[in-house]
């Protein structure tokens, strides 16, 4: 539990904050930097791996703790969790504690993970500027998910989503009556692998159960967005396979941005060579010749091509950027889309990549 000077504190700084509001008139009302942050935790296990948490806690710099939401039976999904803790407002933790169980493994894991506690700070206090409202916001959860094997992802989640570590516990022995006094652990692992996919059955009858497929989705590659035709990117968001999402910069548009918008960092993250993971969904605004604006969706692309497309080309070409390449007409009515690098193309026929009109 939260310690009361704590709260106390906590109280003060939300009474004070409203009071330190400046703005003028032609600069967008921005929250100023704090240390405190209202954040939930979340647990969540990949679809059809189910687990249930006996323990689990965020330790706070203070030594106070954020649990982590323990005693359900939790089924999906990758990257999302439907259950929520509220801290109140905290900083960012430096520690994450966990004892759980694997019923694809029938295992016990416990384990206790440093957090890059400052890299978290600094990932709150800026936020993103949220462009439907015109304001500042931030991060509000700290999803927490379960792999099999042992593995434990986490993110930062929000109207964006980003890594914050990949994790490994430790198989552990634990008294399973004081896990779930109600039944034997033959006949629950029993009762709930049952309700497990066809897939995921499979593999817990072959022993095949790893974490592999969800480190696939963590992988980054060098990438950037490219087009045939000039055109100017003015919004866009993304989601990727690793579960993380680009949906808002981090600060609004400079003044004159428009001109050239193609060139400010929040495009420049996706028109530029940097280290991301593999995309799942994109959604591109664009404004071509005669300011003619249409919305490009890819959605979904293709896991196993687009993934294999990815693995392909990066270990041929190594130190070479990849490039995601949109092949679209003048008029903006069709397209289609490519993997490129060493000269090399990989079409990504089986992704749906459609044209909409914005209104």
Partial sequence: MLRLP??????????????????????????????LFEIAAGPAVPDGYPATIYRGN??????????????????????????????????????LELLWFSYADDKFYEGHFLLPQQRMQALLRTGFWDTRTQQHATYTQLTVCLLPTGG???????????????????????DF??????????????????????????????????????????TKYSWKLAFRHPVQLYDYGVDYFSAERTNYPDAPDPRGADQDLNHTPFRKQLLSAEAKAVPRELYLFVRGQYGRKRQLRIDPFD??????????????????????YVDHDERLTQATVALQAGGEFIPLVKSTVQFFDVK
């Avoid at 106390?8 to 600069?27: G, K, N």
């Avoid at 039976?73 to 960012?92: C, E, K, N, R, Y």
Wanted: net charge negative; aromatic share 8%; hydrophobic share 40%.
């Fill in 6 to 35: 704590f709260l106390i504190a906590c109280l003060l700084a939300t009474l004070l904050l409203p009071a330190c509001r400046q703005s003028t008139p032609d600069t967008p009302a921005v929250n100023p930097p704090t240390d």
């Fill in 58 to 95: 965020f330790v706070l710099p203070s030594g106070d703790i954020l649990p982590v939401p323990s005693g359900q039976l939790l089924t999906g999904s990758w990257g999302a969790s439907g259950t929520g803790m509220p801290g109140g407002l905290v900083p960012a933790p430096d520690s």
């Fill in 152 to 174: 434990v992802a986490l993110w930062l989640s929000g109207g964006n989503k980003v890594l914050v570590g990949r994790y490994q516990a430790t198989e552990t022995s634990f």
């Fill in 177 to 218: 009556g004081l896990f779930n006094p109600g039944t034997t652990r033959t006949e629950l692992v029993l009762e709930v692998r049952a309700q497990m996919p066809p897939e995921a059955q499979a593999r817990v009858a072959a022993s095949t159960v790893s974490a592999k497929p969800w480190d696939g989705y963590l």
């Fill in 303 to 324: 896991e196993a091509e687009t993934l294999r497309a990815f693995q392909t080309l990066h270990a041929k070409y190594p130190q070479e950027p990849l490039t995601l």
